[in-house]
């Protein structure tokens, strides 16, 4: 089983600042599978990011994902007030697994 | 627009099994282009992916959970199914079900692009 862990556990930002959260493999993640998910409270995991760099649709562009191999990054360039929330990783290079999450709060 | 929603009870015994089906709608899960999974959540917040289902029957199933999930899917009703037997209070969570698109080179597994909203199930006396 790869284990995700992501980090750090919670970031405490303003609106308008840069988010940078990171996805670390326990092993090589094949092709890249690597997506990224937003969960706001009470909804079900929204997703972003596919393929460690592809947005899904309608997901703005101030989300950039990048990475490969064991690390991954996802970048929100200006945060939106609706953006703060939890956010996870997952690999489908083999059987599935998703990292604890990362909290986004506003400072 | 895909729709998928969960339904079954909320509260179930220990060492019973749990059943939960998952509704779709907008679209066909015969398809034949995506695998339709089952997902849970724990109260601390954690995803763990349970099992997927090929509209064909074919079958993957997490290797924590296997002797104790059966995932089945019923084309004519667009539903897939989800069966946990010998359940414990450790089994409670929010169930989803979701739409899982395999990665651009193929491989077996997928991202899940598409959720239903998810049920609560807690196991208790």
């Known amino acids: 089983e790869i284990v995700l862990t992501q980090s750090p556990g919670a970031l405490s930002l303003s609106p308008g600042e840069r988010a940078t959260l990171s996805c670390r493999a326990s092993?090589?993640?094949?092709?890249?599978?690597l997506a990224w998910y937003q969960q706001k409270p009470g909804q079900a995991p929204r997703l972003l990011i596919y393929?460690?760099?592809n947005r899904a649709t309608g997901i703005p562009d101030r989300f950039t994902g990048s990475g490969s191999g064991t690390d991954f990054t996802l970048a929100i360039s200006r945060l939106e007030p609706e953006d703060f929330a939890v956010y996870y990783c997952?690999?489908?290079?083999?059987?599935?697994?998703f990292g604890q999450g990362t909290k986004v709060e506003i400072k | 627009q895909v729709q998928l929603q969960e339904s079954g009870p909320g509260l179930v015994k220990p060492s019973q099994t749990l059943s939960l089906t998952c509704t779709v709608s907008?679209?066909?899960?015969?398809?034949?282009?995506?695998?339709w999974s089952w997902i849970r959540q724990y109260p601390g917040k954690g995803l763990e992916w349970i099992a997927h289902?090929?509209?064909?029957?074919?079958?993957d199933y997490n290797p924590s959970l296997k002797s104790r999930v059966t995932i089945s899917v019923d084309t004519s009703k667009n539903q897939l199914s989800l069966k946990l037997s010998s359940v414990t209070a450790a089994d409670t969570a929010v169930y989803y079900c979701?739409?899982?698109?395999?990665?651009?080179?193929?491989?077996?597994?997928?991202?899940?692009?598409?959720w239903g909203q998810g049920t609560l199930v807690t196991v208790s006396s």
């Open positions: 979701a739409r899982e698109r395999r990665g651009f080179y193929g491989g077996n597994w997928g991202y899940f692009d598409y």
């Open positions: 907008g679209g066909s899960i015969s398809s034949g282009v995506y695998y």
């Open positions: 289902i090929y509209y064909s029957g074919s079958t």
């Open positions: 092993q090589t993640v094949s092709s890249s599978y």
């Open positions: 393929g460690a760099s």
């Open positions: 997952q690999q489908y290079g083999s059987s599935p697994t």
